[in-house]
């Protein structure tokens, strides 16, 4: 054991004394040069590295250097700058004065995708002639062969030609790549803008075998969460995998095998984009379920409880950016087109749990066509087809709504209508606007529709009680079976409705159950939330006894109008006139049979007179 320990130790002191000679032999610096010459020689880029190099032996043999930057022909600032720069390289290849590294080691790094970074054509550079065939490292572009790369607490900055720049920050990556160009990648980081922040973690393979031509990438693990202004209290956090693939030549990107959650909401299918001057998007999906309710702040029902959660746990809203445009112009579907098909097991929005949705876009540079969207509502359905044309200056948004036996009640709350109003409603009509939301639908859209409801009830007004209750005050004599419903009921209703910038207007109305019929119109104003409508109600059944009045009654139609407040009706009767009407009616009857009765009655003149005056 102690010969062992013995040998051992040698074997240390040689090795340390190894290689404190090679360090000491071989100076880094006499690979500046070298290094500054393959960047370029390879890529173009020019690579700079400021302050003398150094090694590093523990535990790793390494190059340090100081602040380095790499910059592309032409471009006015780095693509690439970081604060230090670690170089792992090979023990071996140093012996005879050959640098092989092994891993390249980035802290502090800034990577800049913008245009000042770009590569830019000298102004006096000679331009080939048109369908000239580019030379070989022309087309190959640049090529990425290091077979580790690990940059640490790093940033990158975004920026599309003049649009808003997008800083990726505490940037930790990890990738190495073989002889094939096969490359692992892990990732995480954190980007910040508008007020929300995006933190995620990726695992990929990547496959640049054929790189430029073609590029495919396979992620297998992605973590994301996301909150701030404008979102739940909770954010949104999730998973995916997906794989990807890049095709030069035809400048399309492919995603196929998408599998996407965001909270309890998933996504799955395949979609790709060409990226032409003005790209063209394909999206093929499907999903087990869509909660809009728990993604967007905007779409939660109101409800006292998500009120009061509200008020313990505000979220932010977002900030208003003054040289923003209007959302609500759509201009940016003239820049692409589209096709999408949606399928989705559930959906649920503004409190509404559909079933079985269907949907199918497309859009041609500003014509948006929703071919089909469908699904269905509690023991309904909906159809919702229509189209949006944003290629002239003013937005056209049509609608052709069919709704066949759909709970009204449930879509007047998730609209925030204080009407208390249920039954299964159908409908079918047309609208028009030029906004697609539900401000602009109560104060600036127009069009028709036919309605039809059955098992109705309105809450609040009782139009048989307050007739019945009406007649009693006005005569005793007539009794009526008690009524405590505090409710119109009607087993079906019929109306033919127009919408004209925030004013309903219901003509054609008829209602029938088994105690009464009425017909009417009237209006309602969406935006003021008032009523005023006019009913000609008959009560058919009700009535205690029998007698002439009663028979009157039940053949009678009472005015009856409604107007006010939705939340606080008003109401006024018209039975004193009816039931004068009626009397004045059955004397002149009676008046009229005595005259053909008595036509050469003395007092006929007088009877008649009296007659004309009533």
């Not at 140093?94 to 080691?105: E, P």
């Not at 049509?398 to 709350?413: A, H, M, R, S, W």
């Not at 309903?504 to 005023?532: A, I, P, R, W, Y």
Request: charged fraction near 20%.
């Amino acid at each position: 054991m102690k010969r062992f320990l013995t040998t051992l130790m040698i074997l240390l002191v040689v090795l340390t004394a190894g290689l404190s000679a090679l360090v000491l032999l071989v100076n880094p610096n006499d690979f500046r040069a070298y290094m500054v010459r393959q960047v370029e020689s390879r890529s173009g880029y020019q690579l700079n590295i400021e302050g003398p190099l150094r090694w590093h032996v523990w535990p790793q043999l390494s190059i340090l250097s100081g602040r380095m930057s790499l910059t592309a022909p032409g471009a006015s600032q780095p693509l690439l700058s970081a604060d230090n720069m670690r170089l792992d390289v090979a023990l071996m290849p140093l012996i005879s004065h050959q640098l092989q590294v092994n891993q390249v080691m980035l802290k502090g790094a800034v990577i800049q995708l913008t245009p000042q970074s770009e590569e830019r054509r000298p102004k006096d550079a000679p331009v080939g002639p048109s369908g000239s065939i580019p030379e070989a490292d022309e087309v190959r572009g640049w090529s990425f062969d290091i077979a580790k790369l690990k940059v640490v607490d790093s940033v990158l900055v975004f920026q599309h030609d003049d649009d808003e720049q997008i800083t990726v920050r505490n940037i930790n990556l990890h990738m190495e790549q073989d002889d094939k160009k096969q490359a692992h990648i892990e990732l995480s980081s954190r980007i910040n803008r508008d007020q929300r922040d995006l933190n995620l973690t990726l695992v990929a393979d990547l496959n640049a075998a054929d790189y430029p031509q073609q590029l495919s990438a396979t992620i297998s693990k992605l973590n994301y969460q996301v909150q701030g202004a404008d979102l739940p209290v909770k954010g949104i956090s999730g998973t995916g995998t997906v794989t990807a693939r890049w095709l030069e030549p035809e400048r399309r990107l492919e995603l196929n095998q998408l599998n996407l959650t965001a909270n309890d909401s998933d996504l799955q299918g395949n979609a790709n984009v060409v990226l032409d001057e003005k790209p063209q998007w394909m999206f093929d999906l499907r999903a087990n379920k869509l909660n809009f309710d728990g993604l967007i702040v905007a779409n939660a029902v109101t409800s006292t409880q998500a009120e009061q959660q509200a008020q313990q746990q505000p979220t932010l809203p977002r900030p208003v950016i003054a040289a923003g445009s209007d959302d609500s112009s759509y201009q940016n579907l003239r820049g692409f087109s589209a096709q999408i098909n949606i399928a989705a097991s559930s959906v649920r929005w503004r409190g509404l749990d559909f079933t079985d949705v269907q949907s199918a876009v497309t859009n041609q540079y500003g014509l948006l066509t929703v071919s089909e969207l469908t699904g269905h509502l509690g023991h309904g359905s909906m159809s919702l087809p229509g189209e949006l044309d944003v290629r002239n200056n003013q937005s056209q948004l049509t609608f052709i709504p069919k709704v066949d036996n759909v709970e009204i009640g449930q879509i007047l709350t998730a609209f925030d209508y204080p009407i208390a109003l249920t039954g299964l409603l159908s409908m079918e009509g047309e609208f028009h606007g030029d906004k697609l939301n539900a401000q602009a639908f109560r104060r600036s859209w127009e069009g028709d529709a036919s309605i039809t409801m059955t098992h109705s009830a309105m809450k609040g007004l009782n139009f048989q009680q307050l007739i019945q209750q009406a007649v009693t005050r006005s005569n005793s004599d007539v009794k009526v079976k008690d009524n405590f419903d505090n409710a119109t009921m009607l087993d079906s209703f019929s109306a033919q409705a127009t919408l004209d910038n925030g004013e309903l207007l219901l003509n054609n109305m008829e209602g029938q159950s088994s105690v009464l019929e009425l017909t009417g119109q009237g209006s309602l104003d969406l935006v003021k939330q008032l009523c005023d409508t006019q009913f000609n109600v008959t009560v058919l059944g009700g009535w205690e006894g029998e007698s002439k009045l009663t028979d009157v009654l039940k053949t009678t139609p009472i005015p009856l109008r409604v107007y006010g407040p939705w939340q606080k009706l008003n109401y006024s009767l018209q039975v004193d006139q009816v039931l004068r009407k009626q009397l004045q009616g059955e004397v002149k009857r009676r008046m009229n049979d005595w005259l053909d009765k008595h036509k050469d009655s003395s007092k006929s003149k007088d009877v008649k007179e009296l007659l004309d005056k009533l």
